[in-house]
């Protein structure tokens, strides 16, 4: 498969050693093929071969003084993924040997349901008998009535459309009989399956260059997507609602604008970082009524990497609002989580750079915590005060109100 797993095998016979080799006891049941040792068809076969070279020690695939090349017949092809022993896909010697494996499911349900009116949940012998069949069939390997077939099936078609490495003989001689084992009429070759992949493929490629096509859809996406930017709660509920009653015909979308992508990649980011924010702090400890514990020491110093929270700190604490509460939460309940002296200061700084009501009161939590150190209390001081500042129209314009003295 593309993932580099092996989930099927293909068995050969060579053709020396037909008829010079006696095996005293041949198992059917783990290959579920007839004896190739004592066929004859196999000694005046007149199918697909190939000639494979192999050292002195039987090694494919190498040359050298020893090398001998073999003409090999191919036996079967099977599934790896069934349960117990291989299952039986493609036999080269009698193509309905597979059918009838796979038809054994469809006429058991069939017989049960259609001729003798027999429901599995609604006849109790009936319900007994066949969980103890499938039991009993499942513990012995048998890939006769098993669902995991159509998997494995599955995936062989697909690895006969994608994979090069098979012979064009060989691969042309798999799908043939591939197809006889098919039960549905209507079901496509593995040719026209190709070819509509690539019809689809060719389509999605010219709807992705059309001006029209793809960027036309992305643009109203974007004007949609812009709606939680521009628009608080009850309006987005509104139009919500609109969207509803017009059955759809009415989605409403901003007007476009020369910075929608960046403010839309602001937007996601701070969504990416906020949900990573609230699981760190999840993850850790909380304290009595949802609010963190000071020094609590919960260990998120092992469980995450510093770095990856403190680079989500400093973006929030870069593009935060004050719409930004979870994220607000989220940064005072790691600061209480943590040791880190550099994480602290970056949860604090953070806060103060949202400058929200709820991150000042966040401040003023941690400042007033008596079992805190000082050092911190008089940082997050600090850092309210600036906050504070930051917030007044009158400082942030370098003036001072009437009776204020000037304020540092």
Known sequence: MPDGSATHALLWIAKSELGTRTVERFDRRFLNIANPWTDKRLLQWQGLTETRT????????????????????????YGLDHPKIPALLVDFR????????????????????????????????????RSVFDFVTGKRGMDVNQPSRLKTYSQLKLLLSLNQSLEPELRSEIADRLEIVSLNPLQNSIEAERSLAKQQYE???????????LPARLALDRRTEMTKLEHDRPTRIFFRVANVLSFGKYTHREKESADIVARLDVARQRGY????????????????????????????????????????????????????AKAVVATARIFALTNDDETRRACLATLSQINSTRARSELLR???????????????????????????????????????????
């Open 54 to 77: 192999f050292d002195a020690e039987h090694r494919p695939g190498t040359f050298g003084s020893g090398a001998t090349e073999v003409e090999m017949i191919p036996l079967a092809l």
């Open 366 to 408: 941690i400042s007033e915590l008596k079992d805190l150190d000082q050092g911190w209390r008089e940082l997050s001081t600090h850092y309210l005060s600036a906050a504070g500042r930051a917030a007044d129209p009158a400082v942030s314009t370098g003036s001072v109100g009437p009776g204020n003295p000037d304020r540092h």
């Open 203 to 213: 389509a999605l490629l010219a709807y992705a260059a059309s001006p029209d096509g």
């Open 273 to 324: 970082h906020t949900r990573f924010l609230r699981e760190v702090a999840q993850s850790g400890l909380s304290y009595g009524g949802g609010s963190p514990a000071p020094d609590s020491g919960s260990g998120i110093e092992v469980m995450w990497n510093l770095d990856e929270v403190k680079n989500s700190l400093r973006f929030m604490a870069e593009h935060g609002s004050a719409s930004d």
């Open 94 to 129: 009698d193509s309905r040997n597979p059918k009838r494996r796979e038809m054994s499911r469809r006429i058991l349900e069939d017989v049960t349901k259609n001729v003798l009116a027999v429901s599995r949940f609604g006849d109790l012998p009936y319900f007994l008998g």
